[in-house]
């Protein structure tokens, strides 16, 4: 099979007789297929576009992709459209209904569909993700992409991880013009960051491809020139148009009326053709000048502002068309008296030449693109002129004074039909198929090979302890035979010990072993991590991994495919909810980080020695707080260090991980990171107790941390209907903002002197009236009341469903009275009993009452911690002969947050002891 590049081969010349080529520095071939696939089935075949003509009216890629889907249908292929000109949820319809295009195709035995998007025009990265979602779910034998709005990024995406069944199918992209070069040739800058990704996702399109067909050499060097590293297998072909155009020349016809015909726009010459028309003078006189197509912006104006403006100097009448379609277009032109002019800078193969040479109207083009490979050079001195105004003029005086001729292809339009028509034979045969797709990664079998790999999770802080451990033994049940797990934690004793016993015996039992991570010890870790030589996931710890994502990713590191993996994320309020995807990360496309669009998600794996070049303990750590950087943040920085270095890096075009959330998110972001800071520390709260808001939802007894990092498990959620907290602007960017902010966490004092000290516009009456409702609705938590079985689970507040409980050589039991506790060995002599996820609201002291029984005397010990750091907050002891009472209280100074309670309980001697918990409450 031919490579697509290089000179013409002599077989390629027998496929399609041509005049001699333009003289360039690459020359590309014809499709190959004449002879190849003779007796093959008909292809399912999907063509993926933006613009098709009945549901648009006119375009350039609508005439060229209806003219593909012509040919194929007429070959006998299954065709199906699949439409991405869809916003909120409807497909774009100039004209008629949606309903009636469909029925109309159908007639023709071809399926008519459209993506689901529910968002904006512009949301490229969602319909190409779309696009994916519905080839993924459909038996395709080929799909034709254009590269216009990059439609086939992900599914390319897809196809290069190895993912079913696109590594199978052979995928086309035909080139129509990408915005870059779009760009290029209007001279016209960027105006949002959108016009950069697009760009980002059309090059990626083109690059990805199984097969580029350009239908003109011009583009193809073009694309090469901005550096675009095209397929192997790219061609060029002319768009299959049935001209059938007779050579020979005809008379000229005389001329009335001069009519601009394309898009109104630089690029398309609609500025050379007014300083043509600037020049023609009283030539003009007596004549018609009408401009024929669809407007364009510019400097924020529609282009007929400016058209109307300039022709006040022209001495003819000056006539508007801007909605015409393909039809009514080529009906006007058809008439005598008229000839197109398509005076365009700079075109790629452009259909209105097509159209004008197959209905045979007088025309004139501009050379130097596109449109010297469609017209026959016989034709060019009398329908071509170079891009300049001095020669458009000329030619059009000459076309007014002895009239316009019509012109014929420089190719034999039999024997293009004849070739696409082989083409798409070649393509439904299996083998031919194979021989396509022999540079293209196989699929991925069904157990990847590959050494150990390390699976880092990265706690916040904020994540549930119960949550936590779940997670993990989760994750360690699904991946024990992958490798090893490692916990990142900056929570401190004794919650670092109760974590690393619970996790290392759990991950000893599955074969595998486990490892909590200090920050300190964290370069130590990593530089073990590099000497493996395998490789390392990280994500956060309120994060699933998925195990299609592990295997792929680490099939692709192993063979060296990649250095770098990443996924799409997706999130859900609870287990039994079915994940919807958050954002959708643009993988290795250019720029896009910069942009603010992520280019990994929170989920990625990296080849450790690839690790030990691009990353540090420090990027792991905030630098100017010390806290843990999300997995997101770092995945970002590791993939642009990639992409500098040119290392390959990936993207799984699947979700590879999951986060639930089950408290509600607050309702506004997180503002400048600094400026939350100083209002915490004014407010004297403590950062670190909830998430995304208010780093500042804690008051202050025990000192000031920094800000915690966004998408943390906020315990808001847990609050009852009607606390001014679910309510209250959680920015802390305004001074009455923290007044509100101050009342609504039961602090009164402090709201009202924010309020009179920065002389904002807040009554201290209503800012009283908020903290003693933010009193009267904080929820009592009766520990011992529930454990004994007093409260039932179902009919607790919120609050309570999340306590979880571990104990150590100690048995928890109702009695009449209480909960009651004994060693479970009295020969250790004591024993401890974790409530962990316990939260609380402004809450302003723990009480324990409880009777020792008879037998010994013991001694009990409650300590309250910060779950996000494993801080102290507060601890008290008590002790006492047997058959005494006892009391004991913590104070809690009106904090906030999630907590655990740890109950130490010791008996001297060896001897047996019990006592019952008679109260234990939060008030």
């Known amino acids: 099979m031919p490579s697509g590049t290089g000179r013409r081969s002599g077989r390629a010349e027998k496929q399609m007789k041509v005049a001699k080529a333009p003289a360039g520095p690459e020359t ?38 209806s003219a593909l889907i012509d040919c194929l249908a007429a070959n006998g292929h299954e065709v199906t459209i699949l439409y991405t000109l869809v916003q909120r949820g409807e497909p774009d319809c100039v004209e008629r209904t949606w309903a009636h295009w469909v029925s109309q195709l159908a007639a023709r035995n071809i399926t008519l569909t459209h993506i689901p998007h529910e968002g904006d025009y512009r949301e490229w990265l969602k319909k190409s993700w779309l696009v994916k979602l519905h080839l993924g779910a459909h038996d395709y034998d080929a799909v034709y992409f254009n590269e216009h709005h990059g439609s086939g990024y992900f599914t390319l995406a897809a196809k290069r991880a190895g993912l079913s069944p696109f590594a ?85 016809t005389p001329v009335e009326e001069i ?50 403006a300039r022709a006040e100097k022209w001495a003819c009448e000056v006539n508007l068309l801007l909605d015409y379609s393909q039809e009514q277009a080529l009906d006007y032109l058809s008439k005598p008296g008229r000839v197109a002019v398509m005076p365009s800078l700079a075109d790629n193969s452009p259909c209105v030449v097509y ?61 293009n039909l004849a070739s696409w028509q082989a083409w798409n ?53 699904l991946f024990a035979g992958a490798g090893n797990f490692a916990l990142l934690s900056a929570r401190g004793e004794p919650l670092r010990g109760m974590l690393e016993g619970a996790l290392e015996a759990s991950a000893a039992q599955l074969g595998s072993a486990f490892s909590y991570v200090s920050p300190a010890a964290l370069p130590r870790f990593l530089q073990s991590g590099r000497k493996i030589g395998s490789s390392l996931f990280v994500t956060d710890v309120s994060d699933e991994l998925a195990e299609p994502f592990v295997q792929q990713s680490r099939d692709m590191i192993a063979r060296g495919t990649a250095v770098a993996v990443t996924c799409a994320a997706a999130r859900r309020r609870k287990d039994s909810d079915e994940p919807v995807i958050a954002e959708i990360p643009a993988g290795d496309l250019p720029a896009a980080g910069g942009l603010g669009m992520p280019i990994t998600s929170s989920a990625w794996a990296v080849h450790s020695a690839a690790l030990g070049e691009q990353l540090t303990a420090a990027d792991f750590i905030d630098p ?34 999951v986060r639930t959330t089950p408290t509600r998110r607050p309702r506004r972001e997180r503002h400048w990171y600094r400026s939350a800071v100083l209002h915490a520390e004014a407010l004297g709260m403590k950062p670190y107790l909830f998430q995304d808001a208010a780093a500042w939802l804690s008051a202050s007894s025990f000192g000031f941390r920094s800000s915690a990092a966004p998408e943390r498990s906020a315990a808001t959620g847990l609050l009852p209907e009607g606390h001014p907290l679910r309510d209250v602007a959680q ?96 020969a250790i002599g004591e024993g401890t009993a974790t409530f962990f996820d316990v939260a609380l609201f402004g809450h302003d002291h723990f009480l324990l009452d409880c009777h020792i029984g008879e037998g010994n005397s013991c001694s009990v010990q409650a300590t309250i911690i910060d779950q996000a750091t494993g801080a102290t907050l507060g601890e008290a002891s008590v002790a006492g002969a047997a058959g005494t009472e006892r009391k004991l209280r913590i104070p809690l100074h009106g904090i906030h947050g999630m907590f655990c309670l740890i109950v130490d309980f010791a008996a001297p001697g060896g001897k047996s002891a019990a006592l019952t918990l008679n109260r234990m409450q939060f008030a």
């Open 425 to 477: 034979q070649l393509l439904a045969d299996p083998k031919a198929r194979a021989e396509l797709l022999e540079d293209a990664p196989s699929p991925v079998p069904a157990k990847a090979v590959s050494g150990k790999s390390t699976f880092l999770y990265i706690d916040d802080g904020a994540v549930l302890l119960g949550t936590l451990m779940d997670r993990l033994l989760r994750q360690m049940q």
């Open 259 to 308: 009519v601009f015909f394309g898009r109104l726009e630089t690029r398309k010459g609609l500025w050379l053709f007014c300083e043509a028309l600037d020049r023609m003078g009283d030539a003009l006189r007596g004549r018609k000048v009408t401009f024929m197509g669809r407007p364009a912006d510019v400097s924020g104006f529609p282009s007929p502002v400016f058209i109307l």
């Open 168 to 252: 199978e199918r052979v995928h086309c992209v035909i080139t129509h013009g990408s915005i870059e070069w779009v760009f290029n040739t209007n001279d016209q800058r960027l105006s949002r960051p959108t016009d950069l990704q697009m760009i980002g996702v059309e090059r990626r399109s083109v690059e990805w491809a199984d097969v580029v067909i350009g239908p003109s050499q011009y583009l193809l060097r073009e694309y090469r020139s901005y550096g675009w590293d095209l397929p192997r297998h790219t061609y060029n072909q002319p768009y299959p148009f049935p001209i059938g155009v007779k050579r020979k020349k005809g008379g000229r």
């Open 28 to 65: 590309f071939s014809g499709l190959p297929g004449l002879g190849k696939g003779k007796g093959a089935r008909p292809l399912k075949v999907c063509v993926v576009t933006s613009e098709i003509l009945g549901p648009v009216k006119n375009g350039g890629i609508g005439t060229a992709t």
């Open 624 to 657: 100017t707080t010390g806290e843990l950087t999300p997995a997101q943040d770092i995945g970002e920085l590791a993939f642009h260090r990639l992409i500098t270095a040119r290392q390959p890096v990936r993207l799984i075009p699947e979700v590879g991980t």
């Open 731 to 826: 920015s802390g960017t305004s001074m009455d903002g923290l007044a509100h902010l101050a009342a609504a966490l039961g602090r009164a004092d402090q709201a009202i002197q924010i309020a009179t000290a920065s002389e904002v516009g807040v009554r201290a009456e209503d800012l009283l009236v908020e903290a003693v409702h933010t009193v009267r609705n904080r929820p009592a938590i009766d520990l011992s009341a529930l454990l004994s079985g007093e409260t039932r689970l179902e009919s607790a507040s919120d609050v309570i469903k999340t306590l979880r409980a571990s104990t150590v050589n100690l048995v928890l039991e109702r009695t009449p009275d209480g909960l009651g506790i004994r060693l479970q060995d009295p």
């Open 355 to 415: 159209e004008c040479m197959q209905q045979q109207i007088p025309f004139v083009a501009t050379n130097g693109s596109g449109a010297d490979e469609l017209v026959h050079p016989d034709c060019w001195p009398t329908v071509m002129c170079p891009p300049n105004a001095v020669a458009l003029s000329e030619r059009l005086g000459e076309v007014l004074k002895d009239g316009a001729t019509t012109a014929w292809p420089r190719f034999e339009a039999a024997e």
